[in-house]
């Protein structure tokens, strides 16, 4: 089964990969694609070029090329970009928010709680004369 590098940012950059296995290149976004391949077109609204983009060889090493390469960078996973900041808080939907137990289970438990401890002080201070 081959190891599948997929939905990466390669910007400005070469790629030089060992390879213990097999390897495939999928669905990577690529910043110099356009200049390499300027007669491209996208498939369909697909968001993916109709040409591979191919690594090229690299002094007898084997050959890589991306079959699906991507039209635009990836923004939705993964750290952020070198331009973009982290959102410093974590979003929560309400979805994701934990069910709150309703106020009359909190005041039984409170009024449970205060009574058990007022007979416990009162047995003992009972005891105590």
Do not use: C, P
């Given at each position: 089964m081959p190891n599948v590098v997929t939905e990466n940012n390669f910007i400005n950059s070469k790629i030089d990969i060992q390879i213990y296995g097999q390897l495939?290149?999928?669905?990577?976004?690529?910043?110099n694609y356009e200049a390499l391949y300027p007669d491209a077109k996208e498939i369909g609204d697909t968001?993916?070029?109709?040409?591979?983009?191919?690594t090229g060889p690299h002094?007898?090493?084997?050959?890589?090329f991306d079959s699906n390469p991507?039209?635009?960078h990836i923004v939705s996973?993964?750290?952020p970009g070198r331009n973009e900041k982290p959102t410093p808080v974590p979003t929560f939907s309400p979805s994701d928010k934990e069910p709150q137990p309703p106020l009359t289970t909190i005041l039984i438990v409170t009024i449970v709680s205060?009574?058990?401890?007022?007979?416990?002080?009162?047995?003992?201070?009972?005891?105590?004369?």
């Open positions: 495939e290149l999928d669905r990577n976004y690529w910043s968001g993916i070029w109709d040409t591979s983009y191919d002094a007898g090493r084997l050959l890589f991507l039209i635009n996973a993964g750290a205060v009574t058990i401890v007022s007979i416990s002080l009162s047995i003992y201070f009972k005891k105590k004369k």
